[in-house]
């Protein structure tokens, strides 16, 4: 596939080597960095509405694609290393220019301490949104049509359906707007206009504590998904697809998009590995 191939923002290598969760060498081949460590190359930013304190609402026009006065995005040094940095300081997202499909992506995030409104007093929220499609801004004003790896204190690899992403996971009702996923439980489908609504609770919680790095694996074959948490599977997700009109298309290709959410935080070490099937261990 061409989006795997040497480009000026893509590093090619052929071994990229890393840690795992017990100090072993983990191993991915033929694999991509997404971010260079030094610039924002390969990336596009987009900022929407910026938060009105007085009228207590989001208003006026969005900053725009590649815009960022406030350099809400940004390259900087974190624990000695280069990490990007997201400020959360206004509400948008970075994603790449590039689309992927069939793919094991590996990033790793920490807390910062900024919180801005309207959560200054809420969790520290952020997302990695995977298969985004569309406009910029489908979402609230802010971001794409996608599938949502959650990334927020607490709830740390929950599902969420973006602007039209729907999903099945095998889950089990808690009460009437919570559903845990269970494996071996039968599919439910999630969506913004089906009545289970478009979020399913990650189990287990496999985050660590605030300010501590923690290692998001995601792994894409086809129309599934699976959710990883510092070696923790928190939930698989079957038949990816989009709302288009009256019907459901698939969506199983698209670009990585990151949020600003109101939360400082900060990612490194974003590598991709293209993939021809999900590990069964992680199924099971």
């Not at 190359?41 to 989001?58: H, L, M, R, V």
């Not at 074959?221 to 959710?227: A, I, K």
Request: charged share 25%; hydrophobic share 35%.
């Amino acid at each position: 596939m061409n989006y795997f191939r040497l480009r000026t923002s893509l590093i090619l290598l052929s071994v990229l080597i890393f840690s795992n969760f017990s100090g072993s060498v983990y191993l991915i081949r033929n694999g991509i960095t997404l971010f260079n460590g030094k610039d924002l190359s390969g990336w596009d930013t987009y900022i929407g509405p910026a938060y009105d304190t007085i009228q207590n609402k989001f208003d006026g026009s969005p900053t725009g694609l590649n815009h960022d006065p406030d350099r809400v995005f940004s390259v900087v040094k974190e624990n000695g290393k280069p990490a990007l940095r997201i400020s959360g300081e206004k509400f948008g997202g970075i994603s790449t220019q590039q689309s992927f499909e069939n793919y094991h992506l590996r990033l790793e995030f920490k807390w910062g301490k900024l919180k801005w409104h309207p959560k200054r007093n809420a969790k520290r929220d952020s997302g990695l949104l995977y298969h985004a499609v569309g406009t910029h801004g489908a979402d609230g004003g802010f971001w794409m049509r996608s599938q949502e790896f959650q990334i927020q204190e607490g709830d740390c690899g929950d599902y969420w359906g973006v602007a039209g992403g729907i999903a099945d996971v095998p889950a089990v009702r808690q009460n009437e707007k919570r559903f845990i996923y269970t494996p071996g439980s039968p599919l439910l489908t999630f969506s913004e206009k089906g009545p289970n609504g478009r979020n399913c609770v990650k189990n287990p919680d496999a985050e660590k504590p605030s300010g501590e790095w923690n290692v998001i694996d995601l792994y894409c074959f086809g129309d599934t998904s699976v959710h990883v948490v510092n070696g923790k599977v928190t939930m698989v997700l079957y038949r990816s697809r989009q709302a288009e009109g009256d019907r459901e298309i698939p969506l199983m290709k698209g670009k990585i998009q990151l949020q600003s959410e109101g939360a400082e935080l900060f990612y490194r070490n974003l590598w991709l590995e293209e993939i021809t099937t999900i590990p069964q261990k992680l199924l099971n």
